[in-house]
């Protein structure tokens, strides 16, 4: 099995010592040099060295648009078969990482995706970046049913398969969406905690449009995937559990107009997972209602 990777970062042009940083530790990396892609999305990319593709794109097309340029990218170069995103404020401190994500994709050939662990300099890992239900620690491995946007490898095949990001959901729950139909192709998701991307520690609900967003997208997500009988289940779920957790009134708002969103617009190709994938999920621990 071939394991030729390339990197994929996105930016804003907001964060270039972090950048910087970034891409040394990727240049640190031990066994062959790979390929590097950063897209500006929307905004300009100074000059970060020879072996760094620079893509702008002329606006902001959301984590989606933007990732999908970035495969784009790598894909034309005709010598990448795993894209690995990472997030442009997180660093990758061991060298080793990328030899160790070789090692399992060579050892679990339909393995599609593998989620790195993300933590802060401390150690910590959110409870939000545990890819799983219940408190099971975040240094636990296996398959999971989604993965974490910020450090993660996908292999070509898996696009080529059940296709790219989806581009109008521009931010949150892309991951889930993708994974999903991943999993109905047939492929696994890995948690791999010996993967690490150390990130600094940050909640989704600092960005302005995480409410409206987050609804509208799960609503979209519910539509295209889930089986008709689950999709009231999937969404009465969601709509108790965020009301449970007391949002801000303006954020409970946003979320009310997003999911709103979701029910009366378009949200692309229906092809709902078959229930033989939604009996996998569940005994993974996490069927798709929650």
């Given at each position: 099995m071939?394991?030729?990777?390339g990197?994929?970062?996105l930016?804003m042009g907001?964060?270039?010592?972090e950048?910087n940083a970034?891409?040394?530790s990727v240049?640190?990396q031990?066994?062959?040099?790979v390929p590097?892609?950063?897209?500006g999305?929307?905004?300009p990319?100074?000059?970060?060295?020879?072996?760094?593709q620079?893509?702008?794109l002329?606006?902001?097309t959301?984590i989606?648009g933007?990732?999908?340029?970035?495969?784009?990218a790598l894909?034309?170069?005709g010598?990448?078969?795993v894209?690995?995103?990472?997030?442009?404020?997180?660093l990758?401190?061991?060298?080793?990482?990328?030899q160790?994500?070789?090692?399992?994709?060579?050892d679990?050939?339909?393995t599609?995706?593998v989620?790195?662990?993300?933590?802060?300099?401390?150690?910590l890992?959110?409870r939000?970046?545990v890819?799983?239900?219940?408190a099971k620690?975040?240094?636990?491995?296996g398959?999971?049913?989604?993965?974490l946007?910020?450090?993660?490898?996908?292999?070509a095949?898996?696009?080529e398969q059940?296709?790219?990001?989806?581009?109008?959901?521009?931010?949150a729950?892309e991951?889930t969406?993708?994974?999903?139909?991943?999993?109905?192709?047939g492929?696994?998701?890995?948690y791999?905690?010996a993967?690490?991307?150390?990130h600094?520690?940050?909640s989704?609900a600092?960005h302005?449009?995480?409410?409206?967003?987050t609804?509208?997208?799960?609503v979209?997500m519910?539509?295209?995937?889930?089986?008709?009988?689950?999709v009231?289940?999937?969404?009465?779920?969601?709509?108790?559990?965020?009301i449970?957790r007391r949002p801000p009134?303006?954020?409970?708002k946003?979320?009310?107009?997003g999911?709103?969103?979701g029910?009366?617009?378009p949200?692309?190709?229906?092809k709902p997972?078959?229930?033989?994938?939604?009996w996998r999920?569940a005994r993974?621990?996490?069927p798709p209602v929650?």
């Amino acid at each position: 099995m071939s394991d030729r990777l390339g990197v994929a970062v996105l930016t804003m042009g907001n964060r270039p010592a972090e950048l910087n940083a970034l891409l040394d530790s990727v240049r640190a990396q031990h066994g062959d040099p790979v390929p590097i892609v950063v897209v500006g999305n929307g905004s300009p990319v100074p000059d970060l060295g020879p072996d760094v593709q620079i893509v702008e794109l002329e606006e902001n097309t959301g984590i989606s648009g933007g990732r999908n340029a970035a495969w784009h990218a790598l894909r034309d170069r005709g010598d990448v078969d795993v894209v690995v995103n990472l997030d442009d404020d997180g660093l990758v401190p061991d060298p080793d990482t990328f030899q160790r994500l070789r090692k399992i994709l060579n050892d679990e050939p339909r393995t599609g995706i593998v989620s790195f662990r993300i933590a802060d300099e401390t150690g910590l890992t959110q409870r939000r970046h545990v890819p799983r239900m219940g408190a099971k620690g975040p240094t636990r491995a296996g398959e999971v049913t989604t993965f974490l946007g910020g450090g993660h490898a996908i292999r070509a095949a898996v696009f080529e398969q059940v296709g790219e990001w989806p581009d109008a959901f521009f931010y949150a729950h892309e991951e889930t969406d993708l994974a999903w139909r991943a999993l109905d192709a047939g492929w696994s998701v890995r948690y791999e905690p010996a993967l690490l991307l150390q990130h600094p520690r940050t909640s989704p609900a600092r960005h302005a449009v995480y409410f409206r967003m987050t609804a509208r997208n799960r609503v979209w997500m519910a539509k295209r995937h889930l089986p008709a009988p689950l999709v009231p289940v999937y969404l009465g779920v969601w709509a108790l559990l965020t009301i449970a957790r007391r949002p801000p009134l303006a954020g409970l708002k946003a979320w009310m107009g997003g999911f709103a969103e979701g029910v009366r617009t378009p949200c692309g190709r229906r092809k709902p997972m078959r229930w033989s994938t939604v009996w996998r999920m569940a005994r993974l621990g996490r069927p798709p209602v929650i």
